[in-house]
């Protein structure tokens, strides 16, 4: 770039394949500037160049932590990975893979083609779709049966007590099974399904416990039918609230063939 | 898409950050670049989770989009 006084990163947002022109456009990446395209091994990048002053390993990890530097990142991210994802088949970066030129990120495109060839014929054609299932808060009470006679007024509480507890045991462990339940018939509906871990009640701003946190990589043609089947689950569970959000890029799709790449020691 | 009735939330205009993190941090593709790799990992999610968590107020303070309980 033109004013890079500071060295410059290639920030990777996704790779797709070469087929055509790219539909990027005026698309802005990180800080606002317009993404561009890296072409290797019958495959596309689409990058940001970002200034390593503070987009290297030790600004990152500075940066990480405050809260609106990386929201606005991860929403730049996400909104180029979207755009690319709209037109063709794509493979999103995680956050953070930054390169210290084109020239690593080609090499990286060549060496691991098959690997990115083989996960742009799964998610192809599909989007992802999330499921998040709570409990129903317990403001009302199951209608159990009621304690037998009331003997003395002191045995009557504590009937009453254990005939409460025991109800929202089991109400509990009802709603757990009914999640179970929600994941089975979702996963049915889909190519593939993933659970990400439950978010922590402070995140989700719900009080009431997330029992599934699903991830479901579905047909586009058969997104209508998959929100049926949300539903359908969500009438045969009164006592879970379902929430669906989607159609995301197939982020939670993408890593098994990356595994290995995990594991190799450095260079 | 219709947004389904009873007991699920339509999708929100903006996606929420928390959603959008559970994907971006502990999926996509890792493949190893030159510079930033070594925290592209497990030590990128627990550090983002602290942030998010340490601004947990802000985040809780927000009303969620369509707050209704299943019937």
Redesign the interface.
Known sequence: MDDNRQPA?VW?HA?TRDAGPCELDGVAGIGGRAVRTVHAGGLVAVVSSVD?AQ???EP??RN????DW??TV??A??SVVETVGRSRPV??????????DDA?LRA?LEQ?RGDFDA?LDRVSGRT?W?VKTYA??TSERLSGTPPAETARPGTAYLQRRRAQLSAEDQRWQLAVAGAEEVHAALTGCAAAARR??P??R?????TEPMLL?G?YLVERRD??RF??A??AQ??RH?????????P?PP?????NE?VT??E?P?R | ??P?????????ER???????????????????????????VD?VY??????????GT??A?P?V??D???
């Open positions: 990163g990777l790779v390593l987009f290297g390993e990152l990890r990480l932590e405050d809260l990386l929201e991860a929403r991210h996400h493979v999103p970066a995680r956050l953070t893979t930054v390169y210290r690593g990286m691991r996960v992802e999330g129903v808060p990400h871990p978010q922590d402070r995140l989700s701003g719900r946190n991830a997104a209508d929100g049926a949300v539903t969500a009438a009164p006592g879970l609230h379902l929430e669906l959000t989607g995301w982020y939670s799709f993408v890593t990356f790449a995990e190799e450095p | 898409m219709t389904p009735a009873n007991g699920t939330v339509a999708t929100p996606v929420a950050l928390v959603d959008l993190l559970d994907r971006l941090l502990s999926t996509g593709v890792v493949v190893t670049g030159e510079v930033t790799l070594s925290i592209a990992d990128l550090i983002s989770l602290r942030a998010l968590i340490a601004s947990a985040v809780a927000d969620p369509g707050r309980w299943a019937p």
